[in-house]
């Protein structure tokens, strides 16, 4: 599903290996072709355009590349072989992140990390896959420290499949009832908005379905995160005061468990969710990367 008119897109391209193909584009690359190839991962629903903020201040030299999630723009399984909504495991997206690594700048072989919302999740699954292989991972609001039982429900269970397709059938009569729970007070505000948002026409609804199986792989343990932590390079995980999708309390029970690694670093910003703009950016870095 495309989220960026037209107009707004930066020049993309694609790449494919084996039933997957990935599209990304390349948002910033030194002319002095030092530093390190950056992978950035945008939040759900959103397009790769979103990390032009990031890719302008970021405080490293090298190759910045945004890489669209599954069943966002053109990243896609590419083959009938496979079901619509197959999940990509960790080691077969590294794989492919490495070979367009070589092929956009072939003489960098250092590799970070960016990751926003469902993006660090993703960002997560990837450092636990191969931990020694990034030389710095950088997360914000990074999702995949809770997992609701409402995904979970809806992702991994029989009753979760049927009662996410009888929600498409079913849309108007969900939708009223969404606005009747809002005046009763029995759901919040932001829970109605996030249901309107994510079931506002068949094509949504399909993309969040598919978008979510895809990733259902790319969500390791706090176990297997702190195993991951022990042998990877540094890691900040920033979370704003004010974000009420990704909550500072998520990031409680890992930053329990990594409190005697100093290079698992937790901050706190003064932000919502919606940390991808200019002054949070600048206000983070300068926070974690201090010249």
Not at 15 to 40: H, I, M, Q
Not at 174 to 181: A, D, G, I, Q
Not at 242 to 256: C, G, T
Request: proline share 6%; hydrophobic share 40%; glycine share 6%.
């Amino acid at each position: 599903m495309e989220f960026a008119p037209l107009h707004q897109q930066v020049t993309r391209k694609t790449f494919s290996s084996g039933p997957w193909t990935l599209e990304y584009a390349v948002l910033k690359n030194s002319e002095d072709r030092v530093g390190a190839v950056t992978f950035g991962f945008h939040g759900f629903a959103r397009p790769l355009e979103d990390l032009q903020e990031v890719a302008k201040h970021w405080p490293h030299g090298g190759c910045f590349i945004a890489v669209h999630l599954l069943h966002h723009g053109m990243s896609q399984p590419n083959t009938e072989q496979i079901p619509e909504d197959s999940a990509i495991r960790p080691s077969e997206l590294n794989e492919m992140l490495e070979a367009i690594a070589r092929l956009e700048a072939p003489e960098l072989t250092a590799r970070r990390l960016f990751g926003y919302s469902i993006g660090g999740r993703i960002a997560l699954a990837l450092v636990h896959q191969s931990p020694t292989k990034w030389s710095g991972i950088l997360l914000m609001a990074p999702d995949g420290l809770k997992k609701s039982p409402f995904y979970y429900l809806t992702v991994h269970t029989k009753i979760g499949r049927w009662a996410w397709f009888y929600i498409d059938s079913n849309a108007e009569k969900v939708k009223r009832w969404n606005n009747r729970l809002l005046r009763l007070g029995l759901i919040s505000k932001h829970l109605h908005a996030f249901s309107e948002f994510h079931t506002v026409n068949h094509e949504m609804r399909m993309m969040v379905w598919n978008g979510w199986r895809a990733h259902r792989l790319c969500w390791p343990s706090h176990d297997e995160l702190k195993a991951a932590c022990e042998s990877s390079c540094r890691i900040d995980l920033v979370f704003g005061e004010r974000d009420k999708i990704i909550p500072p309390r998520n990031a409680r029970r890992l930053q329990a468990r990594t409190q005697n690694l100093p290079h698992i670093q937790f901050h706190l910003i003064p932000s919502g969710h919606g940390m991808l703009k200019e002054e949070v950016l600048i206000d983070a870095f300068q926070r974690i990367f201090p010249s």
